[in-house]
């Protein structure tokens, strides 16, 4: 939230429907309620550059909305779709310029949140796999960051911050893991699940959550989809490691 004296002025007005003396009200009650606690925004798969459009400013308002300080994107920024292991689409872009087209999508993500954590998908490590398959070194792969032109992201398999655990989580459910860990768990890769549920014992609360996904269910790399359920559209946020709410799309 900006100084009202910041704010995009147009033909001498601000763009807001608010008076200065309102706007101030409640510029001054953000900055003394700034959370010492992490807040922390958690994105979906978004399967770049087959991500829906609507997608990243519902991120951006969920921040705002609930003054977060950090992000994490749970896995499969991109998709990789001309790379699968599987059929793919004989009418869909080659593989240059799939990624382009990619980097270009990713780029307003990079933008809004230039400082994030990334969990690294099955679909981002597409390429490294077919390096393996080949017997390339690793050496001769670039790192994820410098490919997608993301320099300030970090991209690892696991992430924890106030004891919860965040990964993309290609082996079953959030609840399940939840459980197995004994730890709260934050995961996506099921573009159909979206929840929270708590776990409580007599000396302990977790919860396991499934964040949902950002992807266009209409795009031919999701055709594989089409016969079973829509995608759940939404993103979530954890407070202070204590609660995890579901922040999903109206569609």
Excluded at 17 to 46: A, C, H, M, V
Excluded at 189 to 200: C, I, P, R
Aim: aromatic share 12%; with cysteine; net charge positive.
């Amino acid at each position: 939230m900006k100084p009202y004296k910041d704010l995009y002025v147009h033909r001498g007005n601000p763009r807001i429907r608010l008076s200065e003396d309102e706007y101030n009200i409640i510029y001054n009650y953000r900055q003394k309620t700034k959370p010492s606690e992490k807040r922390i925004l958690i994105i979906g798969d978004l399967h770049c550059p087959f991500d829906l459009d609507e997608y990243h400013q519902h991120c951006v308002d969920t921040y705002n909305k609930w003054n977060c300080n950090k992000v994490i994107f749970i896995g499969d920024v991109i998709d990789n779709h001309y790379a699968s292991y599987h059929e793919t689409s004989s009418d869909g872009m080659g593989g240059a310029d799939e990624l382009e087209f990619a980097i270009k999508r990713l780029s307003k993500y990079y933008k809004s949140f230039p400082k994030a954590d990334v969990t690294i998908g099955n679909h981002d490590r597409m390429i490294m796999r077919k390096a393996q398959t080949s017997s390339i070194p690793t050496k001769w792969i670039k790192a994820y960051k410098d490919v997608l032109e993301t320099p300030k992201w970090r991209f690892r398999e696991r992430v924890e911050y106030d004891g919860v655990q965040y990964i993309h989580g290609e082996a079953g459910t959030a609840r399940t893991k939840s459980k197995a860990d004994m730890q709260s768990t934050v995961q996506g890769h099921l573009h159909t699940q979206a929840y929270t549920e708590y776990s409580v014992g007599r000396n302990f609360k977790i919860f396991g959550m499934q964040v949902g996904c950002g992807i266009n269910f209409s795009s031919y790399a999701m055709a594989y989809a089409k016969a079973g359920k829509k995608p759940a559209i939404g993103c979530g946020v954890v407070f202070g490691g204590h609660t995890a709410i579901n922040c999903m799309m109206n569609l």
